[in-house]
């Protein structure tokens, strides 16, 4: 990827990535498991699983006139994998890999009448695959669906199905009918509540009060954005009353609710609508399969915005939700106590664009007596390219560090920002023009260049296809012959895999960290027991007396100088 570079550019060292691979023909996407052992390629006529160390192809699963664009891969138990998928038509499957072989188990959003023919625009596995969700549109109309999975029982069906596989006696092919997957709540975008219901915790009147003003705003906010309406995520680009949803599952943060801590199985899912000020909290305790589909479900909590929302992000733990709102607000929420942690405003002309919470963060930068889980580090991206770093304890105190300005040219913008757990203070950068960099951001200085070897380029540097992976410890990225039309057409449409691992590269290697912070942040977050957070609260609590005292003297003394003051003055008269 040959590119002319400024002075400073010159400096900076560049790494060469290695080649390890030919890609399938038109991979989209890349996935990795949590335990490093396989990749999944979604591409033209199906997906891929792969080994990750040998890159050896182990299985597949291949069907005619499709194309898979969205991959993810989940270890539901030792060797069994679980793969959600969408394809370019908009339909949502699920597979189990297991023994180098891929069984598909469900069709989310089959299609059974061509004139209501449903579209998935995100799926996304959860807690082991236990939960999934899919938001999913059809006609005009927009919904959520979650799901809980039957891993269980799709596990005891596996192993009849292996044990059928290696009998000798069986010679026919295995068929089976693999266990349904059933909605466990179906969340359409908000309205008015009909009749006088309760709203969970809620009370109705304040329920329908705030449901009410979002549904005005959110209407004034799409007839608004009608002609500038990001219509990546939108199936009808024609329907401005169309609204996408953004969705997190959420751990239990409530040291009485009776529910473990350190469970990775979540307990509600948070919801925003697009053009809505309102974030919604539903949970998944208390509504069964059956009564899923017999009334639409009220949320438990509603956590209320001044702006509309435009971004979201949740901590490791999901204890605290961060909103990035119009007119470049950020409001962090704390689960635990039901109040903002902090609100941080940025540059007015800074329009928020994503978010993404840090939990790998050196500590040692900012000194401070706060608890590590009354500490919130966030990194915000501008639509710009500007980049800000927020440091938000409890209140007031709040550090914001821009750390990049925005650049003068587009080509400069960044496609991709991302922290990596094993290196805190450094950022993955992937600009437009195609350069892919890694920077420090405390120093705010490149720290080297990553580039394929020649006569190769990254693919789509607006939209790349790659995958960080915690676990080894590497980058996984897709390469394209260049555009210099010197090569066949069976030579252009051959991609390679191309791999950096940091822990190889002398010029990062002593930045890599074995146990990254965040595992203490996890535990420093969830406070295992009631005593602990007991404590937690009365400290807390004291320190919110002590500083309230403090104003409250300081604004005493002040009001008695400006007394002092005015008695001088009329005297002088």
């Known amino acids: 990827m040959a590119a002319a570079c400024n002075p400073e550019e ?16 038109s991979t989209n996407c890349i996935a990795c498991t949590e335990d490093g052992r396989y990749l999944s390629l979604g591409h033209c006529r199906g997906l891929s699983v792969w080994c990750a160390s040998s890159f050896v192809r182990v299985a597949e699963w291949l069907q005619d006139q499709l194309e898979i664009t969205f991959l993810q891969m ?18 949502a499957r699920l597979f189990i890999f297991h023994c180098d072989d891929i069984h598909l188990l469900s069709v989310i959003n089959a299609m059974e009448d061509i004139n209501h023919r449903s579209i998935c625009s995100t799926f996304a596995l959860y807690g082991s695959g236990h939960f999934g969700a899919a938001s999913i549109s059809c006609n005009g109309a927009s919904w959520l669906e979650v799901y809980q999975l039957p891993v269980a029982v799709w596990l005891a069906e596996l192993e009849t199905v292996s044990a059928r596989e290696q009998d000798p006696n069986v010679t026919e092919s295995v068929d089976v009918k693999w266990s349904s997957v059933e909605v466990l709540i179906k969340i359409t975008p908000p309205h008015l509540p009909a009749g006088n219901s309760q ?14 003003v979002d549904e005005i705003r959110s209407s004034s906010c799409l007839d608004a954005d009608a002609g500038t309406t990001d219509t990546s995520r939108s199936p009808r680009l024609n329907d401005i009353s169309f609204r996408w949803c953004t969705h997190h599952f959420l751990l239990s943060c409530d040291p009485f609710s009776g529910q473990p801590l350190q469970s990775e199985l979540p307990v ?11 974030l919604l909290q539903y949970s998944l305790q208390k509504v069964s399969i059956k009564k899923a589909a017999e009334a639409a479900p009220t949320p438990d909590s509603l956590w209320p915005n001044a702006n509309r929302i435009i971004c979201s992000a949740v901590s490791r733990r999901t204890r605290y939700i961060a909103l990035g709102l119009d007119d470049a607000l950020v409001c962090v929420w704390d689960r635990r106590t039901g109040a903002p942690l902090s609100i941080i405003s940025l540059p007015k002309y800074s329009s928020l664009l994503r978010m993404e919470y840090l939990d790998c963060w050196p500590e040692l930068l900012h000194p401070s007596q706060t608890p590590a889980a009354e500490v919130v580090h966030l990194l915000v991206m501008s639509k710009g390219g500007e980049l800000y770093m927020i440091r938000a304890e409890r209140g007031t105190h709040t550090c914001t560090t821009q750390l990049s300005e925005r650049p003068n040219d587009s080509r400069d913008l960044p496609s991709v920002t991302i922290s990596m757990p094993f290196l805190p203070g450094i950022l993955l950068i992937i600009q437009r023009n195609g350069k892919m960099f890694l920077q420090d951001v405390i120093n705010k200085t490149a720290v080297c260049f990553l580039t394929p070897p020649t006569p190769y380029q990254f693919s789509s540097a607006c939209n790349p296809v790659f995958v960080l992976d915690p676990q080894l410890q590497a980058l996984f990225i897709r390469g394209d012959l260049e555009n210099n039309g010197s090569h066949s057409l069976k030579e252009a449409i051959q991609s390679r895999l191309f791999v950096f691992r940091f822990g190889q590269c002398c010029i990062i290697e002593q930045r890599i960290v074995s146990h990254p912070a965040s595992s203490q942040r996890q535990n420093a977050e969830s406070h295992g027991t009631p005593e602990e957070a007991c404590s937690l609260y009365l400290q807390q609590r004291n320190k919110a007396l002590e500083q309230t005292f403090e104003r409250l003297h300081k604004t005493a003394q002040m009001i008695e100088q400006r007394q002092q003051n005015y008695n001088k003055l009329r005297k002088k008269k």
Not at 268 to 278: D, F, I, K, M, R
């Open 74 to 91: 989940t270890r539901m138990a030792k060797m069994t994998y679980l793969l959600g998928s969408v394809d370019d038509m908009g339909v």
């Open 268 to 278: 509600a899912v948070a919801v925003w609508w697009s053009g809505s000020h309102n």
């Open 199 to 212: 709203g969970g915790a809620l009370g109705a009147d304040l329920l329908k009060h705030c449901l009410v």
């Open 10 to 25: 010159c400096t900076v060292p560049t790494v060469e990535l290695e080649s390890v691979t030919q890609s399938p023909e």
